[in-house]
Nanobody, 120 residues
C-alpha cells in the first residue's frame, strides 16, 4: 500500500507564509499527478493546485500569484509554498497522489490532512 503524509501546517498571521510538504511512500512504481486540496469550515473540499509528472501546474483562481506547487520526483514529494496568506486560506489541506503501485495497479490516495489557520 501507499502512505501519504502531509506536514508543515500551522498558525500564521495574515500576510505570512507556510510551506506544506507531502511525501508518498510504499511500493510505488510511478507517480503521475499530485495535488493539494483544502476544506474550510462549513464548506466542501476544493482544489488548490495540481502538478503532473511533466511539470504542468494548475491553480485555483483564488491562490494564483500567491501559491506555488512543486515536486521532487526522487523523493516522491510535493510541496505547496503559500505566501501572502489570507484568513480565507484557513482550512485543512489534503494531499492527493495518483500513480501506479508495484503490482501494476493504479492508485489514488489521500493524506490525513494538515491544518492551516490564518488569523491575527
Amino acid at each position: 500500500q501507499v502512505q501519504v503524509v502531509e506536514s508543515g501546517g500551522g498558525l500564521v498571521q495574515p500576510g505570512g507564509s507556510l510551506r506544506l510538504s507531502c511525501a508518498a511512500s510504499g511500493s510505488i512504481y510511478n507517480i503521475y499527478d499530485m495535488g493539494w486540496y483544502r476544506q474550510a469550515p462549513g464548506k466542501q473540499r476544493e482544489l488548490v493546485a495540481t502538478i503532473t509528472n511533466g511539470g504542468t501546474t494548475g491553480y485555483a483562481d483564488s491562490v494564483k500569484g500567491r501559491f506555488t506547487i512543486s515536486r521532487d520526483n526522487a523523493k516522491n514529494t510535493v510541496f505547496l509554498q503559500m505566501n501572502s496568506l489570507k484568513p480565507d486560506d484557513t482550512g485543512v489541506y489534503y494531499c492527493n497522489v495518483k500513480g501506479i503501485i508495484a503490482t501494476m495497479r493504479p492508485f489514488n490516495y489521500w493524506g490525513q490532512g494538515t491544518q492551516v489557520t490564518v488569523s491575527s
